[in-house]
């Protein structure tokens, strides 16, 4: 990326927890930014994250104090964490003789709303950090956080430090958003389990929005969103790996020069994942509509929903759908209360499935590829793995199948689509 | 203190790092608070340190990254210390049914001068913590710390939370201002030392401040005399004793009822003294004047200065000084670089002696007590100890004597003027 732009281009490079998360790892990621700094590429912002550790060990002591501890004195406390990464890195900078200036956000002007510990931002004031550029220095700055406009300090929860780096990115007219984290990028399968996974070199937003929200865990939908929205292209690198080692661009393939991107990007694997099923529902859709307002209302997120009509002169239907483990109990105690407040007369046949995962091909080829679908049946069907639920769209095929099975289908549809 | 006062009226309380170092210390302190505030003190504003060993954790990860480390970085990386505890405590205090409201200085205005590790406070603004009050929360307040007009992180330095205390005491016109520490308050002189040593109920704000400089550790000598400037009483003690137990109590003694102070008030110990000599200098004030500046100069603090003049018809005098013993190396490197510039003829014959301890006696009733001096010399005299420097004022007298007999010569005057 470095190679195809001027060196006057603003650049915003995101450190992540383990890649500042010891002394001598900050060291490192000083001489790499003093080191590019001196090769003429004066206008980099960075963005770093809480050293690995230390916001669990802070989420930790304020559970210990108060398990349920005020928003704002949660936030107070965890914030604390970029803090002193942020210092540190400005200090290391300055041992390797560039200037550096260490920015919180109510320092720089990162307003976000006051969902405490799940912030979104709402504007960056980018003149502080043009005002270090014209005087030769690096702006140094905490992700993770922000400030309300009454100046409280606010966490923006989970992939809260990738989306300060390319909103800060957005803000300062950035080429690129740099993610420097402990892989080497995106791989077309979780390489633990498929371990011929490759990596994906170029990538279109769609793709990577897909593939992150379907489980892959290297970038959060939530980045991936807004550099989507913004045109912003994100750079996955891994921070311990030389200058022009392998690494991942997301971007708008349009503007990319190789565009012979492959029909299936990757194969992606999410065992959190509940199936719940409902038995014998009597043909009606109200009934449907009122069960999935009653679950959206106590804040459950539903997945995959199938539902299956009656056949031609039956009476009831089944209706089977998926959310995270963790909620899927919230999710039954609601359409258990749905049941009894809309006076039905028959019993309700619910029943949950711990013991599913969720595996899924995506790529922004499959719209013009046919015969995407029928390979991801036959490849598991092969390998002798039940589909348990279906979900598509236009850019990937989901998969409900057997936990027990889940890594056998993987390294199936990885085969079939990728090293085929 | 609470006694004597109506309940509304403001109060802070400042608990030091070892009362807050633990989950289980947090939780106690929150429960004291919170009991008086449902005693009706509410109108109470909390002021928190770092949870011991913190700060110097930070300190030594900032050094680790840089050891000369620039002042900003420092700065907001200490600082995360305090932070954490003001989460913290708010979530403690929620636990315990009280609203309160975490504080960090840029969010109060506590606004200092822009030196950073060791800022002074010039101002801060009330009107948050009065906010507070009039909704019915407990503002918990950051110490040690404070922003520059331009919004960066400053530290106080040395006695930095105490200090951070006492000026919001000021600010808010609190009735006094508690601090809570791990001894019971301020003692005649240092119970390790002398194990009869009793503790001070009363104190004049000239007397503590003595003290302080003198070398007692539990008040540090900026926010006694922050206090003494605004007669704000500083009540010192024991975070972990019932509301009942003795403490110590400074403040203008004209306004106590009890006016029958001591002649003394107590016995000072400084171990961190040392000797310096210089031997045979030419008869001429220029010189001294010239020196003196010179060690100014480069920051050292003189503290005792002895000055031989030449008897009657002699040419050369001697000089003594004390100075702490990580700066001795330093004042006498800058007095041999005087010697040079000035030309002077003869050689310079300067020695260092850091096998000293300065011991003193303080009390406001010296001014009208004769013969306290006599009685300080005799008590020494008798336990065999040589005094090396004498120094004295309206309200001390300070020995300079072996190290090795420092401990003896604490004894003896505590036995002569408190024991008795």
Chains 1, 2 share one sequence.
Not at 23 to 39: E, L, M, T
Not at 101 to 111: A, D, R, T
Not at 170 to 184: H, K, S, Y
């Amino acid at each position: 990326m470095y190679s195809t732009m001027q060196k006057l281009t603003p650049v915003v490079q995101k450190y992540g927890g383990t890649s500042v998360g010891s002394v001598d790892r900050i060291k490192h990621v000083a001489k790499r930014v003093a080191s590019q700094y001196r090769d003429g590429w004066t206008h980099m912002a960075i963005v770093v994250s809480a050293m690995t550790g230390e916001t669990n060990r802070l989420v930790a002591l304020v559970k210990e104090v108060n398990p349920r501890a005020p928003a704002k004195a949660y936030d107070m406390a965890v914030a604390s964490g970029e803090q002193v990464s942020v210092a540190l890195m400005a200090a290391a900078l300055a041992a390797e003789g560039v200037q550096a200036e260490p920015f919180l956000s109510h320092q720089l002007g990162i307003v976000t709303d006051s969902f405490h510990s799940k912030a979104r931002i709402r504007s960056i004031d980018s003149q502080k950090i043009i005002d270090c550029w014209d005087r030769g220095v690096i702006p140094v700055v905490a992700g993770f956080q922000g400030v309300t406009e009454s100046m409280e300090i606010t966490t923006l929860g989970r992939g809260g430090s990738d989306t300060s780096a390319v909103a800060l990115a957005i803000a300062v007219g950035a080429g690129f958003c740099e993610i420097n984290t402990d892989v080497d990028g995106v791989f077309s399968c979780d390489p633990r389990v498929v371990p011929e996974a490759q990596l994906i070199e170029d990538m279109d937003f769609e793709v990577a929005l897909e593939m992150a929200s379907l489980g892959s865990k290297v970038l959060h939908p939530r980045c991936v969103e807004l550099g989507a929205k913004f045109q912003m292209p994100i750079v996955v690198r891994n921070t311990f790996t030389p200058d022009d080692h392998r690494r991942t661009r997301v971007m708008n393939l349009a503007s990319l020069t190789n565009l012979e991107a492959p029909s299936v990007s990757g194969v992606t694997l999410d065992r959190d994942v509940a199936k719940i099923t409902l038995i014998g529902l009597p043909y009606d859709t109200s009934i449907v509509s009122g069960l999935f307002s009653a679950i959206a209302e106590v804040g459950v997120n539903v997945d995959i929903i199938v539902h299956n009509l009656p056949e031609p002169g039956g009476k009831t239907m089944h209706l089977g759908f998926t959310t995270s483990r963790g909620e899927s109990d919230q999710a039954v105690k609601a359409a258990k209360s749905f049941w009894v407040k809309s006076k039905m007369q028959s019993q309700l046949d619910i029943t949950v499935d711990n013991s599913v995962a969720k595996v899924s091909v995506v790529g922004v080829g499959m719209r013009s590829h046919a015969g995407v679908a029928a390979t991801t049946f036959s490849a598991l069907q092969r390998a002798g793995i039940d589909i348990r639920m279906i979900s598509t769209s236009e850019i990937k095929i989901s998969c409900v199948v057997d936990q027990g099975l889940a890594d056998a289908a993987c390294k199936a549809l990885h085969s079939a689509f990728i090293t085929g």
